[in-house]
């Protein structure tokens, strides 16, 4: 699987932006195999960390308690694509955000995840 983050900018603080993750070569949901999604973030000088994740159903989502009520994780498996919703967002929002591909349910630890995308920057202005 091959994944493919889109939609960092730079934006105010209270403003929203809308990422997405691409996938190609498999497809995220089909009868003999799925994946359930993630997004992670990375500023710098600090680690990645979990920032939501959602089943290959979108049944079950997850957040980091940091962006709940702010973000809001989904996707289209037709069009083979996983979204995150920022809205209301701060300058610790700021980060390299990267999604990923896993088959561990709404898992926080990135280490469950096999296939992640290149990231992509998000910037927050005060």
């Known amino acids: 699987v091959q994944l493919q983050a889109s939609g960092g900018g730079l934006v105010q603080a209270g403003g929203s932006l809308r990422l997405s993750c691409a996938a190609s070569g498999r497809t995220l949901s089909s009868y003999d195999t799925g994946y359930d999604m993630g997004w992670f973030r990375q500023a710098p000088g600090k680690e990645r960390e979990f920032v939501a994740a959602?089943?290959?159903?979108?049944?079950?989502?997850s957040y980091a308690d940091s962006v709940k009520g702010r973000f809001t994780i989904s996707r289209d498996n037709a069009k083979n694509t996983a979204y995150l919703q920022m809205s209301s967002l701060k300058p610790d929002d700021t980060a390299v955000y990267y999604c990923a591909a896993g088959t561990r349910g709404v898992a926080r630890s990135s280490s469950w995840y096999r296939y992640w995308g290149q990231g992509t920057l998000v910037t927050v202005s005060s």
């Open positions: 959602i089943t290959e159903s979108g049944q079950i989502r």
